[in-house]
């Protein structure tokens, strides 16, 4: 089972800030309003949330729960190693990579917990992708998840080399 002690502190930290990074690429499939926008940002978090609550089962994600709730308990920010972008499409291509990367590293070096782990990661953008409804006015009409977003799921799990759940 992995540990924290497993890996360096730079692949630590892209594994930390994988549920953000996925959570990003599906907020920039689709673009809401600002109120949508903050609901899938806030829905996006509350795996993690409940992560800290209690133990999953799971090694890797009680680590990763751990660490969050260290860095909040000290209030240290934590940071997706993004580059900054202007480009709604480079940041999608930034994330696509990155989630592949780090798929890749829990594959090679968690064999056992990786698994679970991208499926909790992929969790946490799905809650993402349908806290909000796209289009429609004021919240009325409009769909749970846009097209657009279907389909950013659907290269979410194969960056993550993941069968969908949707």
Do not use: H
């Not at 999608?92 to 698994?115: F, G, N, T």
């Amino acid at each position: 089972m992995a540990k924290k002690a497993d890996f360096t502190s730079e692949e630590w930290q892209r594994i930390l800030s994988l549920p953000q990074v996925a959570s990003l690429y599906l907020a920039l499939a689709s673009p809401s309003n600002p109120l949508g926008l903050a609901q899938e940002l806030i829905a996006s978090t509350k795996g993690i949330v409940e992560a800290l609550k209690s133990s999953s089962g799971n090694e890797l994600i009680d680590a990763v729960a751990a660490d969050f709730r260290e860095k909040a308990e000290k209030r240290e920010r934590m940071e997706a190693p993004l580059k900054t972008s202007n480009d709604p499409n480079e940041m999608k291509a930034q994330c696509l990579q990155i989630s592949r990367e780090v798929a890749a590293l829990l594959s090679q070096k968690a064999p056992a917990d990786a698994q679970a782990y991208k499926q909790w990661v992929y969790q946490a953008a799905q809650n993402s992708a349908n806290a909000a409804k796209e289009g429609g006015f004021l919240g009325i009409g409009g769909e749970r998840v846009s097209e657009a977003e279907a389909a950013a799921l659907k290269e979410l799990a194969t960056a993550l080399d993941i069968s969908s759940l949707s």
